[in-house]
């Protein structure tokens, strides 16, 4: 798998911008690009994910894998990939997909093209602060229509929503260390959400542009270039 679309960030770059003092230097350091490891750059990035899946595609004609996939890449970085490749579609594009970040036109496309969905954070993902969280309306697993519904279905919250991800076609990959939690995640095949419940808890993402729902790698300085084809 290709897990990032974008550039490896070079430590020592991020440690000297760090310690510049210099006003108009330090103003850089919103500049993702800044970090990039050398051969990385912007004009750079698209030839070297179409090397890369080059590579992956002759590992798969050998028998070394299976199957070859990507991670986080938009339907930008799909479209550029797929002019130079040799096999296409990706088995997967594993994404952050929720209620406040369901990524709604991406999974669109990816379904016509015939790559699987698999959703991470499917719960909320790591980077959501308590500022965060307040302004949209609290966690996930304690937003009042997952609350609702888990407790008419007699289903925990956290089951809800993987309900949710497993009714819109996606794959999900649930992260948990605690044997309990993991029975708990694969309880869910017993019950069917609604088309009502799927819309209500669809509404969550209401009003929440795409960079406030994102969960997922928003302290990274070099995540996701989603206007880099």
């Known amino acids: ?44 990035i698209t030839t070297l994910r179409a090397e890369t899946w080059r590579a992956m595609e002759d590992a798969y004609r050998q028998g070394k894998a299976r199957s070859i996939a ?32 369901p990524q709604n036109d991406l999974i669109e496309y990816c379904q016509k093209e015939g790559i699987v969905i698999q959703a991470y954070a499917a719960l909320g993902g790591q980077d959501g602060t308590r ?4 302004a949209l309306g609290g966690k996930l697993i304690e937003s009042a229509p997952i609350l609702e519904v888990s407790k008419r279905l007699n289903k925990t919250p956290a089951q809800i929503l993987l309900r949710w991800s497993l009714q819109r076609n996606c794959a999900i990959v649930p992260k948990t260390s605690n044997p309990s939690r993991m029975i708990e995640n694969k ?21 929440v542009g795409d960079e406030e729902g994102r969960l ?11 206007s880099i084809p």
């Open 70 to 101: 990507v991670s986080n890449f938009t339907e930008l970085h799909l479209e550029t990939l797929k002019q130079s490749a040799t096999l296409w579609p990706p088995a997967i594009n594993q994404i952050e997909s929720h209620p406040y970040y």
């Open 131 to 134: 500022a965060k969280w307040k």
């Open 1 to 44: 798998m290709m897990h990032w679309p974008g550039p490896c960030w070079s430590a020592d770059k991020r440690e000297r911008n760090k310690s510049r003092s210099d006003a108009s230097e330090e103003k850089e350091d919103n500049d993702p690009w800044l970090y990039a490891q050398d051969g990385m750059g912007i004009d750079e």
């Open 187 to 207: 309880d869910i095949f017993d019950f069917k959400l609604s088309d009502e419940d799927m819309k209500v808890i669809s509404s969550l993402s209401d009003g």
């Open 216 to 226: 997922c790698w928003r302290t990274e300085p070099l995540r996701m270039p989603d």
